[in-house]
């Protein structure tokens, strides 16, 4: 059985975002049954015991406190079921939790190059001491089985692939300490329990759908999708930012050229939205939005949603 939690479902800032007022963060802060969200990132295991993250967003420690699975095994003075962290790319949101597991415990981090040499530029990051934190790089569309701590197989195939996207936006305009080749800076994943075939596909950042990727996904049992704006300008129009959500690399929820439109026709058993930003009216029950996307069968997670394939 693949076993997926979802730690948290919204893009960088939160739900709601420290130093936001807009309606979604404001109805977060009044009101307890509005949609509160940690940053996105999931964990998954195939045996229940041993799990592997997608991503290590700032809210990690929190996602931890709250998902029991995820805590020490009792009798143990150190312990975590935490075996590896993979990136799928160096957003703040997907790499800065690596912070929150320097306490000696060890795990490993899987990434493309291009992420690995951003996190060896950046000093900070050798809180996480090598002998114990391995870095291991992984390459586009070459699977690869994530290990146990104590080398044991996981069972588990995570096939990595490039998916439309952007570079981090703290190296915009800058040069990138893995060079001038993009390929690598956003992943889609492809995770498979290997003795059952169960699978699904994690693709919280994806600038646009291609042949390719349509190809990948069409009949998929499960779809976590880039779910940051409804619409491409809604930043600039509540006034809240200055980009478009193709400037940060995300694909709008509407539009003719939206998730809603592109995944319609693939047959995607279950379609979930990750990474949504507290600017998006997806957010708020009620909204003609959020019906829109549930009548088009899309779900909109809430932290700590257990998923089982
Ligand atoms: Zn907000």
Same mark, same amino acid.
């Given at each position: 059985m693949l076993r997926i939690i979802v730690l948290g479902a919204a893009a960088?800032?939160?739900?709601? %975002? &420290?130093n936001c007022g807009c309606e979604v963060c404001a109805a977060a802060r009044r009101d307890p049954r509005a949609w509160r969200s940690t940053q996105a990132s999931i964990a998954f295991s195939a045996d229940g015991e041993h799990w592997f993250l997608v991503n290590a967003s700032p809210d990690l420690r929190q996602q931890i406190q709250a998902t029991? %699975?995820?805590?020490? *095994?009792?009798? !143990?003075l150190r312990h975590t079921p935490i075996a590896g962290v993979i990136l799928t790319n160096s957003e703040v949101d997907a790499v800065?939790?690596? /912070? =929150?597991? *320097?306490?000696g415990s060890p795990f490993t981090v899987y990434a493309h190059d291009r992420v690995l040499s951003i996190l060896a530029s950046? =000093?900070?990051?050798?809180? /996480?001491?090598e002998k114990t934190v391995r870095r291991e790089p992984i390459a586009l569309d070459t699977a690869f089985e994530p290990a146990l701590p104590?080398?044991? *197989? @996981?069972g588990i195939e995570v096939l990595p692939f490039a998916v439309p996207g952007k570079g981090a936006w703290y190296l915009e305009g800058k040069s990138h300490p893995g060079g001038?080749?993009?390929?690598?800076d956003t992943l889609g994943l492809r995770i498979t329990e290997k003795a059952s075939g169960r699978y699904f596909y994690f693709l #919280?950042?994806?600038a646009r759908m291609t042949p390719d990727l349509a190809a990948r996904i069409v $009949?998929?049992?499960?779809v976590l999708f880039d779910?940051?704006? &409804? *619409?491409?300008d809604e930043l600039i129009t509540a006034g809240l930012?200055?980009?478009t959500g193709q400037a940060m690399g995300h694909i709008a929820? @509407?539009? #003719?050229?939206g998730a809603l439109a592109a995944l #319609?026709?693939? $047959?995607?058993k279950r379609k979930l939205f990750l990474?949504? $930003?507290? =600017? $998006?009216?997806?957010? !708020?029950?009620? @909204?003609p939005e959020r019906a829109t996307a549930e009548r088009d069968g899309w779900e909109i997670p809430t932290d700590g949603m257990v998923i089982t394939l």
């Amino acid at each position: 059985m693949l076993r997926i939690i979802v730690l948290g479902a919204a893009a960088g800032g939160g739900v709601p %975002q &420290w130093n936001c007022g807009c309606e979604v963060c404001a109805a977060a802060r009044r009101d307890p049954r509005a949609w509160r969200s940690t940053q996105a990132s999931i964990a998954f295991s195939a045996d229940g015991e041993h799990w592997f993250l997608v991503n290590a967003s700032p809210d990690l420690r929190q996602q931890i406190q709250a998902t029991p %699975q995820l805590h020490p *095994r009792p009798g !143990l003075l150190r312990h975590t079921p935490i075996a590896g962290v993979i990136l799928t790319n160096s957003e703040v949101d997907a790499v800065t939790g690596l /912070l =929150s597991m *320097r306490e000696g415990s060890p795990f490993t981090v899987y990434a493309h190059d291009r992420v690995l040499s951003i996190l060896a530029s950046n =000093s900070i990051f050798n809180v /996480l001491g090598e002998k114990t934190v391995r870095r291991e790089p992984i390459a586009l569309d070459t699977a690869f089985e994530p290990a146990l701590p104590d080398g044991h *197989r @996981s069972g588990i195939e995570v096939l990595p692939f490039a998916v439309p996207g952007k570079g981090a936006w703290y190296l915009e305009g800058k040069s990138h300490p893995g060079g001038g080749d993009s390929a690598g800076d956003t992943l889609g994943l492809r995770i498979t329990e290997k003795a059952s075939g169960r699978y699904f596909y994690f693709l #919280a950042a994806c600038a646009r759908m291609t042949p390719d990727l349509a190809a990948r996904i069409v $009949n998929a049992p499960l779809v976590l999708f880039d779910g940051t704006v &409804w *619409r491409d300008d809604e930043l600039i129009t509540a006034g809240l930012g200055t980009k478009t959500g193709q400037a940060m690399g995300h694909i709008a929820m @509407s539009g #003719a050229d939206g998730a809603l439109a592109a995944l #319609a026709a693939l $047959n995607v058993k279950r379609k979930l939205f990750l990474h949504i $930003n507290n =600017s $998006n009216p997806v957010l !708020l029950h009620g @909204s003609p939005e959020r019906a829109t996307a549930e009548r088009d069968g899309w779900e909109i997670p809430t932290d700590g949603m257990v998923i089982t394939l």
